[in-house]
């Protein structure tokens, strides 16, 4: 297990953040996207600053540059992902979304040179095309109108996010790196209110404590995913990140939305992918100590065998 601890925390907040669909959906009741982001991504600033207070003294120039060009790109993805949205349906948007799946082993090649493997790609194509099932791709048509140009172009910078943040993250301290981001979020967020024609909504209970909860649990689903790309590269971050439709239809069902059973499918065809392509092959336990103990023992037979065939002085 500790040897995917790191794995295991992107998969404990992909489901956080799959939780929080239902919330943000009924939110949009009450107010505009741009607004609730504002205010969801600010509490996740505040709660980090509380934390990171002690050690803001020792923000690195690099730690600014990562926080300012990550949160830039998931910023610009939402407004296009929005956007799109003006003339689409919420499942053309999210299956155009998914787009990002193949592009990020893509730009990992480019950016990073990092190589893709039989098992990760093996892997990223069941995730994918479990996700086309989800979303109900099969059924769905491109005519290249705007709001489709739109978001498969937030598509290419949620893919830019999850790459940058594994060439950023190794040199990077989680919490102000983290705490950069969801800064330049909300204020990006609010000060684009005026150019989309959003205004601010009247009060109300349910968007602030909702904004207030979510941006609680922002701050940790953003901190471990920087915490956690220190390590685990982007592409298998990706096929984890593939599991948030998963747990977002999971948790609907729970509230009584019924699932199709292409959309079933689709979970399995994504939770098998990841295992595909996630799980590392190792050997037993047993064999490898025995290997280990034969290595120890024909080394010391090697020593003992030159020791006695040394000449004497």
């Given at each position: 297990m500790l040897r995917y601890r790191h794995e295991l925390a992107l998969c404990f907040v992909t489901m956080l953040w799959g939780a929080t669909f239902l919330i943000i959906r009924n939110a949009m009741e009450h107010c505009g996207p741009l607004w609730f982001v504002g205010l969801r991504t600010g509490t996740a600033a505040l709660v980090l600053l509380l934390v990171s207070f002690p050690i803001l003294r020792e923000t690195t120039?690099?730690?600014?540059?990562?926080?300012?060009?990550?949160?830039?790109?998931?910023?610009?993805?939402?407004?296009?992902?929005?956007?799109?949205?003006?003339?689409l349906d919420a499942s053309k948007s999210a299956f155009l979304t998914a787009f990002y799946v193949p592009l990020v082993p893509l730009l990992e090649r480019v950016f990073m040179?990092?190589?893709?493997?039989?098992r990760s790609l093996a892997g990223l194509t069941l995730a994918f095309a479990g996700v086309i099932l989800l979303t109900g791709g099969t059924k769905l048509s491109f005519s290249g109108s705007p709001g489709e140009c739109l978001t498969l172009l937030c598509s290419l910078l949620f893919a830019l996010e999850i790459v940058f943040t594994g060439i950023f993250a190794p040199g990077c301290n989680a919490r102000r790196m983290t705490l950069i981001e969801m800064t330049v979020i909300s204020v990006l967020s609010f000060v684009f209110m005026p150019v989309t024609g959003e205004t601010v909504p009247a009060f109300s209970w349910y968007v602030t404590l909702s904004a207030c909860a979510l941006g609680a649990a922002t701050a940790l689903i953003q901190f471990v995913i920087v915490w956690a790309q220190k390590v685990v590269p982007p592409t298998r971050a990706t096929l984890i990140y593939t599991t948030e439709p998963v747990w977002g239809g999971f948790f609907g069902a729970l509230a009584g939305e019924r699932m199709t059973a292409s959309a079933l499918a689709g979970c399995g065809l994504i939770l098998s992918g990841i295992l595909t392509g996630i799980v590392r092959r190792t050997k037993p336990l047993a064999a490898a100590s025995k290997a280990k103990t034969e290595e120890g023992t024909a080394e010391q037979a090697g020593a003992g065998s030159e020791k006695q065939s040394a000449p004497r002085p």
């Open positions: 120039a690099r730690e600014l540059r990562a926080g300012l060009v990550v949160g830039f790109f998931i910023f610009l993805g939402f407004a296009l992902q929005t956007a799109g949205l003006a003339t040179g990092h190589p893709l493997t039989r």
